[in-house]
């Protein structure tokens, strides 16, 4: 590349540094720095989180827009240091001149066309899913039995269990049933007052 055209391409450069830097000084003079500010209110306190929903994404987007525009501007200063250097045009991967066009495009590219198709699009980095199937079990599903098997002897229910005992109340009426439910399952259906399970033999052998 001449002299002719690491000259064009500073001057590009130079003018997308002035523009973003413009619009990171809009940006400070309207950001605010807390939640409250941003959404007008002397408290978030008395609001449920739902209610400053939009308030919190817009607030993420911008600050989103304001990381971007930071990252461009030293995007730009290293290609102007690239040309100071003589490596600018060169692609960081292969090693080969960037395409004329493409860095009319975007002046501060460090990949050929090529080598940035390459890179693995966001796309399908969303759409990656963890293989659950072959990761080992997770501690939320170890109170199964049928796991024993597999060397797990001390599970969540067991961790439960050991901790629970701090927390028995002396003489309370839910552990006088044997299953821990509740005072209410040793009663028998139709039955209000113990008179009423006198059975009508039982009557007449008391005669």
């Known amino acids: 590349m001449d002299k002719k055209e690491l000259?064009?391409?500073?001057?590009?450069?130079?003018?997308?540094?002035?523009?973003?830097e413009g619009i990171l000084n809009k940006m400070e003079n309207?950001?605010?720095?807390?939640?409250?500010?941003y959404a007008s209110e002397l408290s978030a306190y008395d609001n449920h989180p739902a209610d400053l929903g939009t308030e919190m994404f817009m607030k993420e987007h911008d600050m989103g827009l304001k990381n971007k525009n930071n990252d461009t501007i030293y995007e730009i200063e290293e290609s102007l240091r690239n040309i100071d250097e003589g490596n600018y045009g060169i692609c960081k991967v292969c090693g080969k001149e960037i395409d004329f066009n493409r860095l009319?495009?975007?002046?501060y590219a460090k990949l050929c066309i090529d080598c940035s198709k390459k890179r693995i699009p966001l796309e399908k980095k969303m759409s990656f899913r963890p293989e659950e199937e072959d990761r080992p079990l997770p501690f939320s599903?170890?109170?199964?039995d049928e796991l024993k098997s597999e060397g797990i002897e001390f599970d969540r229910e067991d961790s439960y269990q050991a901790v629970a005992r701090f927390n028995m109340v002396k003489d309370d009426p839910s552990d006088s049933t044997g299953d821990n439910q509740g005072i209410y399952d040793d009663?028998?259906?139709?039955i209000v007052e113990d008179v009423e399970k006198i059975s009508e033999e039982y009557y007449k052998d008391t005669l």
């Not at 599903?141 to 199964?144: D, N, V």
């Open 7 to 20: 000259a064009h391409f500073r001057d590009l450069l130079l003018k997308e540094r002035e523009k973003v």
């Open 30 to 37: 309207n950001f605010f720095e807390s939640m409250e500010e």
């Open 104 to 107: 009319e495009l975007l002046p």
């Open 141 to 144: 599903k170890s109170h199964i």
């Open 187 to 190: 009663l028998e259906d139709g």
